[in-house]
């Protein structure tokens, strides 16, 4: 899939907006990302995360895991294009792992995925979580990479595509500043 394609899906289904938003953080952009609205549809989640496991298909993975909530349905469609399982991690008493009967033994190959990575973060602990049970980690892979090229996972990392979405304080927004609207999203639906 083109970055044209893939930006039009999230377009027309208000995953991606450009405008003037406040952000859940408080903090302002000219632009809104929100994978549910895509992944809400199957027909556009098989689609994309079919062009995301044409990414990993060579590394031959056993199992694709992501953490709760928002990578589950990234990885339910990750592993059906791949033919193999799909987990996820949650946390329990603020830490990553496996529950409901999940398993992963030593010898699996396990590719973890994710809807949208900005800081890295709750990868990186999905990624030590997994440690736990095997070394055989094929790589990290991701719809949207928010994170600018900042983050390092020290293994293979893919992106289905990559977004720069600039933030600002809303005393420092230049949007303001022309005064452009402001839209919260969520209170209302794109037209
Ligand atoms: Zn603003």
Do not use: W
């Not at 990414?55 to 349905?73: E, R, S, Y």
């Not at 977004?163 to 402001?182: A, G, H, R, S, W």
């Amino acid at each position: 899939m083109t970055d044209k394609q893939i930006l039009e899906i999230f377009g027309k289904t208000g995953a991606f907006l450009k405008g003037h938003f406040k952000l859940s953080s408080g903090l302002h952009s000219a632009q809104y990302l929100q994978c549910a609205r895509v992944l809400q549809h199957p027909q556009h989640a098989e689609k994309l995360c079919k062009a995301l496991a044409e990414k990993f298909k060579k590394t031959g993975p056993d199992i694709v895991i992501a953490p709760a909530l928002g990578g589950i349905l990234v990885s339910y469609e990750v592993a059906r294009a791949l033919g193999v399982k799909s987990l996820f991690m949650e946390r329990v008493n603020g830490k990553m792992a496996l529950r409901r009967g999940f398993e992963i033994s030593k010898n699996d190959k396990v590719l973890i995925v994710e809807d949208v990575i900005t800081t890295g973060l709750s990868t990186k602990e999905v990624i030590e979580a997994v440690k736990s049970f095997t070394s055989a980690i094929v790589g990290v892979g991701c719809l949207v990479d928010r994170s600018g090229g900042k983050v390092d996972f020290d293994m293979p990392f893919k992106s289905l595509f990559n977004l720069d979405m600039p933030t600002f304080k809303p005393e420092n927004c230049p949007l303001c500043k022309d005064k452009i609207p402001l839209t919260k999203p969520g209170s209302r639906l794109p037209s």
